[in-house]
């Protein structure tokens, strides 16, 4: 069974019919690594709010037209099978379960339509249509639950686009952050990566990623030459100046905004109670719980790479100098 991508928008008649339907999107904000995704599976597992899932990100020019024929599960059933084909299991740098179901960010549906991750006037009416097809195909939803890093630092704008809309930040100690980084970064030279590259593919195949890939291969071939904990020393000082970065883009950007329209998580209380953590979203998201959680497994790796053991004061440096840069 192949994957019947729609490579034209067979939704384009139908999207008058969606217009109506309102645009608050809620946003989870953080740093790569820091704990997103977990919180965004709990928050659309507690909450009336609409996600996009992978079968929505891959199929998202189908979404309305298999709504309406009732051939949802048929576009499932076959991305499901494109992935058990391609051995994908998991997202391999944390054990993430992939399938039709599994949520993603938005950024690579705007990288593959518009050529940037990041919400920004030239993809502003096609993330509307986004929220709207989402609204449309889930059942009983009141808003759209919505995460992508790479917008950490974009919310300035996006408020000015979306006045009614809510945020939700994750923090997480940025020492742990750049150790998920790294190993990240290691995991993905280390084989190949068919769903990244299923992400990333645009419709062009790897002609549409050219430099990544590039970039991706000389790292594989580095990697092979000088072995895994030289690498690992070879991109901490890289990897930590961008956490460091990121981390002063983060507080500058929550400090910042509007009491009423931001609210910010710790990662390890999410960890250790995510029911007490729902529990705190309600009055920001003006929304009831409408199922408890259970038991989650929440997977994460505890073991810190070697090459960050007392790494602490010189990424604490690192992150003074950007506070003042």
Known sequence: MTAQFPNTNEDLTKLDEIKHLPVRPVFIMGLHRSGTTFLYDC??????????????????????????????????????????????????IDGTEINADAVEEYGFLLRKKTGTFKLCDKNRALFSTMCQKLLAVQEDK????????????????????????????????????????????????????????????????????????????????????????????????????????QVVTYRNEIAEMPGDRAIEIDYKSLVANPSATMETLKTLLNLPITEKLGELEVKQRNNI???????????DILIAKAEVA
Not at 54 to 66: E, G, I, V
Not at 72 to 87: I, S, T, V
Not at 161 to 170: G, T
Not at 305 to 315: A, G
């Open 43 to 92: 928050i659309a597992k507690s909450f009336p709010l609409a996600h996009l899932s992978l079968y929505h990100l891959m199929y998202f020019d189908r979404l309305l037209t298999n709504k309406a024929n009732g051939t949802e599960q048929q576009d499932k059933d076959r991305l499901n099978h494109y992935f058990a084909d391609l051995g994908i299991k998991d997202r391999n």
């Open 305 to 315: 790479n070697p090459v960050l053991r007392n790494y602490q004061q010189e990424l």
């Open 142 to 245: 009141q808003a759209v639950l919505l995460k992508n890093p790479w917008d950490t630092g974009n919310a300035k704008r996006i408020l000015s686009y979306y006045p009614d809309a809510r945020f939700i930040y994750i923090s997480r100690e940025p020492i742990s952050v750049l150790n998920s980084m790294l190993n990240a970064l290691l995991s993905y030279i280390e084989g190949p990566q068919h769903y990244l590259e299923t992400l990333l593919d645009n419709g062009k195949g790897r002609s549409g990623y050219r430099v990544g890939y590039i970039a991706w291969m000389g790292l594989r071939g580095v990697r092979k030459a000088i072995g895994r904990n030289n690498s690992a020393r070879l991109t901490r000082g890289l990897l930590a100046k961008d956490v460091a970065r």
